[in-house]
DNA sequence: CTGTTAGCGCTTTCAG
DNA sequence: CTGAAAGCGCTAACAG
């Protein structure tokens, strides 16, 4: 491996030199510059970036840490994030956790000993051990969810959907079209998300004086299989819903095969309405009516966040919640009123 | 930040004995470690990994760079390779090319600078300038695609499925179910793998001696979009088709969903086959009969490779090719021979 | 404008 | 078993 060494013995000038050179410092004759750098091109010299990062105390490097990147969610954002964090010269070091804090722990830890700049993570439940490596941290850390009840002392920015009022919109869209018997088919209420997107439901019921009962919600999980029983289990106890709230695109997804497969006609005798706006979601034979997540802004946003951090030179704490859009397909209809299934 | 010096003077030790007891050395007394095991957890010290990197000539890291994380079949074997490469103590530095060469080059020359002890990257057509770079590299390579023709010469390993097998092995499934009128959606020849796709259609059908002529193949794209506007184009130039291969899902599936809008009934008036077999394709409405790709298999494989190229320190090129299945599902019947549209 | 030198945080001889 | 010292490749004063 050729080094800063190496280019100036051949080229008969001093190290400092070709490091002013590389780093574009006036200090330097133009003549110089110029022949150096056609130097380094024809030796084929690659500067080493981990020997700069020791000297200069900044590795250039972010982390990124999340549960799973092939759940389109996250992949989106990290595509922004890989799109801000790189035009401003630093480099995506990325872990999956799949949740599991062990992984996270692991993941965590070599983040740390590689010096990385900043950090944006999605955590799952931080446990104790967790949370206390998190506020060691003197770096700008973004969390990719609201911070919880337990983490409001930690000196992290968070960037989230606000997903009471994004459910709160959906459901309105529902009780709007005239529906009064709906039904909630959830994730699981550990995600904080989870418990946002059914108090969305319940507030929205509640300020419409609709009634309502721990029959019509059923929490189900977070897959399309999951979204069939969860209709199936919902209709069992309610025969007469007219109306579904899914707190995901792949739950509502769910609902509307078993309810295809059952012979029951959406939206005629059923409304469903979804959350996350996935591609497939405005298929011809799917059409549903959904929440949109604005995926890619949010890692545009987080990157942003950290790289002004960086710049600034100031850890400022930030919560930002981003606004979402009820998009309206064809799975959501006026009631029927007289349809007794 | 703290330093091994900070450890040593307040262990009273020396810093090689930190360094010691850091790396599992064996010449250090039991007794000696464990205190400053335990030291190092109260001070709270993580090791500067740079700095090690520095020393040590390998730096733990690999890069990753492929067209677009949001992608599914890349966002999957990026999984399979930042878990079979942490697993192994590596860490993952991850770029989007959206296939910009220019992008290409800085990614990859940011992921040079950082000297990556190793390269997965799924590259586009390589031009002079990045070809020359990748000659240049004297650490291991995988590229997730086949090697070009005029990549021959490259001492990089490739992985990536038998696209000609899988195509023809679709189109004889086609054929065994008795069509012998089909049509080729396909997306850019440029791509090697939509020539092969390409390819494997054509043979399968000269060697059952099927005719065939360009107006039953449309180039059309890789999105829904395109395989809507496809089988248009198709079924005007040869009204009577009664089968389609879409060179992947999307396409297919653009493809089921004209069907659909214009009223014919699949399979029973064309039989559709795809390629990919993405989630979406086994939903209730689809059912798309399509070619299943190992893809978090290609991912794990990748990393191995990489991984083995570095702990027996030669670099060895091996190519290789993972099989394919054929999922049967429901857009794919027997011809019903008296049938014309 | 250019060169010399110290030192970033660590590992690795080499003595002891 | 432990410590002192050299040095990885680079940048940043400081002289000149």
């Known amino acids: ?94 872990g999956n956790t799949l949740l599991n804090p062990d992984k996270e722990k692991e993941v965590l830890s070599s983040l740390l000993q590689r010096k990385i700049d900043g950090l944006i993570i999605k955590p799952g439940a931080l446990d104790e051990e967790l949370l206390n490596i998190v506020e060691q941290l003197d770096i700008p850390v973004v969390f990719l969810r609201k911070l919880k009840e337990y983490e409001q002392h930690l000196k992290v920015s ?41 108090k969305g439901y319940i507030n929205c019921l509640e300020n419409q004086n609709i009634s309502y009962s721990d029959d019509n919600i059923v929490i189900a999980g977070t897959k399309i299989e999951h979204g069939r029983k969860g209709v199936e289990k919902l209709l069992e106890k309610t025969p007469n819903l007219t109306a579904i709230f899914a707190a995901n695109d792949l739950l509502a997804i769910g609902a509307l095969e078993w309810l295809a497969e059952n012979n029951y006609k959406v939206p005629e005798d059923v409304s469903v309405v979804g959350f996350e706006n996935l591609e497939i979601s405005s298929l011809h034979w799917i059409k549903l009516t959904t929440v949109d997540l604005p995926r890619k802004e949010i890692g545009v946003q987080s990157a942003n966040m950290v790289v002004n951090m960086l ?31």
Do not use: C
């Open 311 to 341: 710049s600034s030179e100031t850890i400022k704490k930030e919560e930002v919640e981003l606004d979402t859009t009820l998009i309206i397909r064809k799975s959501t209809g006026k009631v029927k009123y007289l349809n007794i299934n």
């Open 158 to 198: 968070s960037i989230d959907v606000n997903h009471y009022e994004s459910a709160y919109k959906a459901v309105d869209h529902l009780i709007n079209l005239g529906h009064d018997n709906l039904g909630f088919i959830g994730i699981s209420k550990k995600a904080s998300e989870g418990e946002d997107r059914l």
């Open 1 to 94: 491996m050729k080094t800063i060494k190496d280019i100036a013995k051949e080229l008969g000038v001093s190290v400092s030199t070709v490091s002013r050179a590389l780093n574009d410092n006036p200090d330097i004759k133009k003549e110089t510059k110029e022949k150096i750098l056609e130097g380094i091109k024809r030796l084929n010299y690659t500067p080493n970036a981990n020997a700069r990062s020791l000297i200069q105390k900044k590795s250039k490097m972010v982390g990124l840490m999340l549960s799973d990147i092939t759940d389109p969610f996250f992949s989106e954002i990290a595509l922004g994030i890989e799109e801000v964090l790189s035009a401003e010269g630093y480099q995506v070091i990325y």
